[in-house]
C-alpha cells in the first residue's frame, strides 16, 4: 500500500524521531496535453484549494463523512488499526473524501523500526520554509499551518487513535484530491513503459499522452505528466550512458593492473545499470592499517553529474590530518545501499572493523552500522549537530541573546555527567524548552554525542 510522499530534502531524522512535512507542491491543476517534447504540458495551480462554501467567519471548515455505505466515517478517539499502513491508508482515504492531502508529520520507532506512535496530519500543517532565491519571484507555497491530525499511540499490540482535529483553516476540495501528492503514484508497468519509451527516443510529451488514452482520460491516471518526468529524471541518473558501467570496469581493470593493491568493487542492478561503486587504493588500504581505529563517514560533500552522493571513509593521521581510507558513489541512501557499501570497505579492509564510527543523525546509516559494524562504537558528528541550532531553535526570542552561547557552553564545557545533567537542566528552564522535540531527542541521545564527558 502507498504511504505520503515527502521530500528527502525535508524530513529531519533525528534516529527516533522523524518529523516530515513542508510539502509546499501539494496540488495541482489538471494538466493539459503539450505539443513539444521539450516543454512541460498542463497548467499547474499554485496549491491553494477552491475554498468551499458554508465555512465560518474564521475560515475552519469542517469536512464531513460519507453518507453513503462505502463512504469513509470521519476518524475518532478509540479507533483502532492492526498496523501503520492500514492507519495511513484510512487516513489518506478519508482525506481524500473530505478534500484534503496528508502527511506523516511525526513518528517515533523502536530500534527494529516498529512505530510507537505517529501522528498524521493536514498537507498544509505546519509553516513554508524559506526556500526563496529570486526575490522577484517568490515561490507560492501551501502551507497554512493547518492543525487538522491524528495521534496514534500503539498499545495491546494495535494502534490506536488517542486525540483527533478534524477542523481546517482552508478551504476543502474533493475534486482536486487526486492531485494531491500522497494519492499520486506510478507503478511498475508504468515505469517499465516510460523506461523502453525513453530508451527509444520517444519524448514525455507523446509517451504521456499515449498513456492517458490507453487509460481512458486524464482522470483514470493516478499521477501526472510531472511525475512521469521526476521518474524519468530519475532513472537517467542510474544511467551511465552506452556502456558507462564497461567503461568505469575496465579504467579499475588498468588501475588494479598498474597497483596490486588497488581495490573496487560495482554494484549493478538486474539490467546492468550502475546502481553504486566503491574503490580504493594502495595507500588508503595502508594507512588504515596504523590509523583505522576511528574512522568518520559522510555523505554530504558533493553529487556527481548523475545524481550520485559521493561517500567517503576519512581517518586522521598523527599529524592532525585527514586521510582518505577509500570512497564510494551511491545511488541512494537507503539500509540496503549502506549495507553494501560498508560491507565492500570492510572485505577492502580485510575484514578488521574500526574501533568507533562517526556520522551525520541519519537514521538508515544507523541501521546499517549496527548490521555491518556490531562490534564498533558509533558516534554522532557533534558539528553536524551544532550546525543545526539556527534552524531549529533561530526562531526563539532569545537565540541570540543567550540561549545560543548557553547551550554551546552546556554542550562543550561540561567535563563531567553531573556537570552536564545540571547545566543541561538550567539551560531547559532559563529558556521555557521542555516541550522543544529536536532537543527532548538530543537529550535521550545524549549517549551518542556526548561520550568524552561520560
Request: proline share 4%; hydrophobic share 35%.
Amino acid at each position: 500500500m502507498d504511504t505520503p510522499n515527502v521530500r528527502d530534502d525535508e524530513v529531519v531524522n533525528d534516529n527516533h524521531v522523524v518529523l516530515m512535512g513542508n510539502d509546499d507542491d501539494d496540488v495541482v491543476l489538471e494538466p493539459t496535453p503539450g505539443n513539444d517534447d521539450d516543454g512541460v504540458p498542463g497548467n499547474y495551480d499554485d496549491g491553494v484549494s477552491d475554498p468551499t462554501s458554508g465555512n465560518d467567519d474564521d475560515g475552519v471548515s469542517e469536512p464531513t463523512p460519507g453518507n453513503d455505505a462505502d463512504g469513509v466515517s470521519e476518524p475518532t478517539p478509540e479507533m483502532f488499526f492492526k498496523t501503520e499502513k492500514e492507519l495511513i491508508y484510512y487516513y489518506k482515504q478519508y482525506g481524500r473524501q473530505a478534500g484534503f492531502g496528508i502527511m506523516t508529520q511525526r513518528s517515533k520507532r523502536e530500534d527494529d523500526g516498529s512505530v510507537r506512535y505517529v501522528t498524521l496530519g493536514c498537507a498544509r500543517g505546519g509553516k513554508a520554509r524559506k526556500r526563496i532565491t529570486n526575490m522577484s519571484k517568490p515561490r507560492p507555497t501551501t502551507k497554512t499551518d493547518c492543525k487538522a491530525r491524528i495521534n496514534a499511540v500503539l498499545a495491546d499490540g494495535v494502534l490506536r487513535i488517542t486525540t483527533v482535529c478534524n477542523a481546517h483553516n482552508h478551504g476543502l476540495s474533493p475534486q482536486k484530491a487526486r492531485f494531491f501528492r500522497c494519492n499520486r503514484a506510478i507503478d511498475d508497468s508504468v515505469k517499465r513503459q516510460l523506461d523502453i519509451n525513453d530508451k527509444a527516443g520517444i519524448g514525455m510529451a507523446k509517451s504521456f499522452n499515449a498513456l492517458v488514452v490507453e487509460a481512458g482520460g486524464f482522470e483514470k491516471l493516478p499521477f501526472i505528466e510531472k511525475d512521469a518526468r521526476n521518474y524519468i529524471d530519475k532513472a537517467r541518473h542510474l544511467r551511465l550512458g552506452k556502456g558507462g558501467a564497461d567503461a568505469l570496469r575496465g579504467y579499475f581493470e588498468r588501475m588494479q593492473y598498474k597497483n596490486d593493491g588497488f581495490y573496487s568493487s560495482m554494484d549493478l542492478d538486474d539490467e546492468g545499470r550502475l546502481k553504486n561503486v566503491f574503490w580504493a587504493d594502495a595507500r588508503s588500504r595502508a594507512a588504515y592499517d596504523y590509523f583505522g581505529d576511528i574512522v568518520t563517514f559522510d555523505t554530504t560533500y558533493l553529487t556527481n553529474r548523475y545524481g550520485m552522493s559521493f561517500a567517503p571513509f576519512v581517518g586522521v593521521n598523527h599529524h592532525g590530518q585527514s586521510i582518505l581510507l577509500g570512497a564510494g558513489l551511491i545511488s541512494s541512501e537507503n539500509t540496503e545501499t549502506f549495507v553494501w557499501l560498508f560491507d565492500t570497505w570492510l572485505k577492502c579492509m580485510d575484514e578488521r572493523a574500526p574501533k568507533a564510527i562517526i556520522t551525520d543523525q541519519d537514521r538508515v546509516m544507523k541501521n546499517a552500522i549496527a548490521i555491518v559494524f556490531p562490534n564498533t562504537r558509533h558516534r554522532y558528528c557533534l558539528w553536524h549537530i551544532m550546525r543545526k541550532l539556527l534552524e531549529k531553535l533561530g526562531s526563539h526570542a532569545e537565540f541570540k541573546c543567550g540561549l545560543k552561547s548557553a547551550l554551546q557552553r552546556c554542550v562543550y564545557d561540561s567535563q563531567t555527567s553531573d556537570e552536564f545533567e545540571k547545566s543541561w537542566e538550567v539551560f531547559i528552564d532559563t529558556y521555557n524548552l521542555k516541550e522543544n522535540a529536536w532537543l527532548q531527542s538530543l537529550y535521550s541521545e545524549q549517549m551518542d554525542y556526548v561520550e568524552r564527558i561520560r
